[in-house]
């Protein structure tokens, strides 16, 4: 069974400049998680996705990311403009909606770097 | 609220030695669940072991195994014959029943000693 894919695995950009993130969970997962993971942190979420609706985004800085996940299988997470402090690595993780503890499964995240 | 913390920044283990992580939660639901992910240096957050709060027997999982003490909240990882490949980060984390977010402890970053 294939795992959480995420591309780009790394990105340099300029600051000012859009960047966009691809997420696919594994089939089957209806949750979808985007997490933030500065340098020496645990991770921190971003916004929960129940197929296709956002049911947690407040910690989602909503004046420069958006997300979405339209038919709710992929994912994709925009930042527009990027700043310095966007620099971090970017997670994506998938579960399986249980109604108990639900135990998430990775992506090799996306590092971005912001010049 | 929830909160998770890991108090060692860093461990060193010798090969073939077992190792403890330690891990202590705090929560008010009387449901959860524990975790623990393993992150190398390639990035990807591994999943070790899962606890549940109502499980009886602490959880084992190949060479980790999770020593729960639920009355005092702590949730410590064993990793029994250290290999060089378990160098990495490990993360605690702690999720609320029902499929509420996880939240991470600060890590652990482990360095195993040929």
């Known amino acids: 069974e294939a795992g959480v894919v995420q591309s780009p695995r790394y990105k340099i950009i300029e600051k000012k400049q859009p960047v966009a993130f691809w997420c696919n969970p594994i089939s089957g997962h209806n949750t979808l998680y985007w997490y933030l993971q500065n340098l020496g942190q645990g991770p921190e979420l971003l916004i929960r996705?129940?197929?296709?609706?956002?049911?947690?985004d407040s910690q989602l800085p909503k004046d420069r990311f958006s997300a979405e996940r339209l038919k709710g299988v992929d994912s994709t997470l925009k930042i527009q403009p990027a700043e310095l402090g966007d620099s971090a690595v970017y997670l994506c993780?998938?579960?399986?909606?249980?109604?108990?503890?639900?135990?998430?499964?990775f992506g090799p995240g996306t590092r971005l770097l912001v010049l | 609220a929830q909160k998770i913390t890991q108090t060692q920044p860093g461990m060193f283990v010798q090969e073939k030695e077992a190792v403890t992580l330690d891990c202590t939660y705090d929560?008010?639901?009387?449901?959860?669940?524990l975790f623990w992910y393993k992150q190398p240096s390639s990035g990807e957050m591994i999943f070790l072991i899962y606890q549940g709060s109502y499980d009886q027997q602490n959880a084992t999982e190949g060479r980790y195994s999770l020593n729960f003490q639920k009355a005092r909240k702590s949730a410590n990882l064993v990793i029994s014959a250290s290999q060089l490949g378990d160098s990495a980060m490990y993360f605690c984390?702690?999720?609320?029943?029902?499929?509420?977010?996880?939240?991470f402890g600060a890590g652990t970053r482990l360095f195993v000693k040929a």
């Open positions: 984390a702690m999720s609320r029943t029902g499929g509420f977010k996880t939240i």
């Open positions: 929560t008010s639901d009387p449901s959860y669940g």
């Open positions: 996705y129940e197929n296709e609706e956002a049911v947690d």
């Open positions: 993780a998938s579960s399986l909606r249980t109604g108990g503890v639900e135990t998430q499964y």
